[in-house]
């Protein structure tokens, strides 16, 4: 047969319904999990974060500016984030101008794979 059968058609459709729900709701249904592990999974991210931003003594891009509670420490300036796990990945503080010191507790970053402070001339 060169046609598909009307119900192979008909599940084909219905296949792809699920199919667009299935996708639908990973966005929808998981966005509602990951807010949840964003407020409790990344918690101790933020607490390092915040300590870091005690520590630094000169600021004068008023970089540390975004580093506040009102916006997802995922949105702070030089900050990346794992999509999945919320956890901070990368911190990018290249040519920001920042003076100041690294507290211990950035040890506790457990997904840091890269931190960049270096200083462009
Ligand atoms: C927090 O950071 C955002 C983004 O930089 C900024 O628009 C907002 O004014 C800041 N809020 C406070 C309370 O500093
Ligand atoms: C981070 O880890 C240290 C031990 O390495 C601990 O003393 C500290 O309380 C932890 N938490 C924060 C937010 O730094």
Redesign the pocket.
């Known amino acids: 047969m060169e046609h598909s059968s009307p119900s192979t058609h008909g599940r084909l459709v219905l296949f792809n319904f699920l199919h667009a729900f299935i996708l639908l709701c990973m966005s929808t249904c998981l966005e509602s999990s990951t807010l949840r592990t964003t407020t409790l999974g990344n918690e ?1 991210d933020r ?2 974060l915040l ?1 870091f931003k005690k520590r630094i003594t000169e600021d004068p891009l008023h970089v540390m500016s975004s580093w506040n509670d009102s916006i997802d420490l995922c949105s702070w300036v030089g900050v990346t984030c794992n999509r999945a796990t919320k956890g901070v990945v990368i911190l990018n503080l290249m040519s920001q101008k920042l003076v100041g010191s690294l ?3 950035i ?2 970053l457990s997904h840091l794979t890269g931190i960049n402070l270096i200083e462009q001339l």
């Open positions: 101790m607490l390092v300590d507290p211990p507790s040890g506790n």
